[in-house]
């Protein structure tokens, strides 16, 4: 059997930094973002005699997988039928699979490719299945991969919780709102496409280095709030207040972590700088938000997409994509 199917990233708004289990990718705070639309990954898995990959790139050129890289898909698969196993429905996955990636986005850039890849992935091995899994539980087969791939399996607004215990499903989504709630747009600069050089589930593992990382989780459950808050009621000064401060902690963390990690280039402080004088003068409704990387994201309403886009333009040596809200992993239904 051969089944596909298609993902997205997510970017978050309070943001996912540091484990309590790096293994089973157990966050140690609740995070929330939203699901894009764009760009997209594909994902085609069928039965294989050795689990083996093949990746292409947005022009169809073969991109060989690191071992690295390979290692952690395999972890992946294992950790898959582990949870399943669980549930007991991991008699009907293959001992091995062969996968093909197709990505529309440039790795390690701070585009969540990571959350589209593992997202995708999950929603794939849940389509082989003889039962039906909930969409919280392949949120679950997600997070396993990539933390922040726990969102991007639901649509719209959604919340990866940690629920009681600290086995492997003691994390998974939940949707706050779905993406026809409140139409955000999301215009991404990326002024850099060289990957980083220490990748994510790195930086979780020594998160808990900075001396402002406490502080960081005696306050996320405030900003969780606020942000659910803002999201009901449509109400975008409070959304972009609180999702600013909590995007600047975080790189605060990483910055002093040990070792540090500064994702942010002068590009970045350049565009956030450019940002705010710009929403001040024209009393836009736009916020900025970084993930790990140096890439910016200018969330905003519908009102101010055009002048947002127009900005955008303005800024040399930036590759732009556009977004908004969407719709979260699916199968893809002719492939099976």
């Known amino acids: 059997m051969r089944i596909k199917a298609r993902s997205t990233p997510n970017i978050a708004l309070i943001k996912y930094w540091g484990n309590r289990n790096n293994e089973l990718r157990l966050p140690r705070a609740d995070s929330l973002s939203i699901t894009l639309d764009a760009p997209t990954i594909e994902v085609e898995i069928e039965s294989a005699e050795d689990f083996s990959v093949q990746s292409f790139d947005a022009s169809g050129i073969e991109k060989p997988q690191s071992e690295k890289s390979i290692a952690r898909l395999r972890a992946h698969y294992e950790l898959t039928k582990t949870y399943l196993t669980s549930l ?3 008699d009907t996955l293959p001992a091995y699979l062969h996968l093909v990636i197709r990505s529309r ?7 969540a490719s990571s959350a589209a890849v593992f997202s995708c992935l999950a929603e794939a091995y849940a389509g082989f299945l003889s039962l039906p899994l909930t969409r919280e539980q392949i949120s679950v087969l997600a997070r396993l991969g990539s933390g922040s791939a726990a969102r991007s399996v639901l649509g719209g607004f959604v919340a990866l919780e940690n629920i009681a215990g600290d086995d492997i499903g003691s994390a998974r989504a939940r949707q706050i709102a779905p993406e026809h709630h409140w139409i955000l747009h999301d215009i991404i600069l ?8 220490v990748g994510s589930t790195e930086g979780h593992a020594m998160a808990a280095t900075s001396p402002f990382f406490e502080e960081r989780l005696r306050q996320i459950p405030r900003r969780m709030n606020e942000c659910i808050d803002a999201i009901t009621r449509k109400d975008f000064e409070k959304l972009q207040r609180v999702s600013e401060e909590d995007t600047l902690d975080m790189h605060r963390c990483m910055r002093t972590q040990n070792p540090p990690l500064d994702y942010l280039s002068d590009e970045t402080h350049r565009i956030i700088r450019g940002i705010e004088a710009f929403r001040g003068k024209e009393k836009l409704e736009v916020l900025y938000t970084m993930d790990a990387g140096p890439t910016v994201h200018l969330f905003c309403t519908d009102a101010a997409r055009k002048t947002v886009e127009e900005y955008a333009e303005t800024q040399k040596n930036c590759m732009i994509f556009k977004a908004k809200g969407g719709g979260g992993s699916r199968l893809i239904p002719a492939c099976r």
Do not use: L, W
């Not at 986005?105 to 585009?111: H, K, L, R, Y």
């Open 88 to 90: 007991r429905v991991a």
């Open 190 to 197: 990326v002024p850099s496409q060289k990957e980083k050089k």
């Open 105 to 111: 986005i440039p790795q390690a850039i701070g585009i």
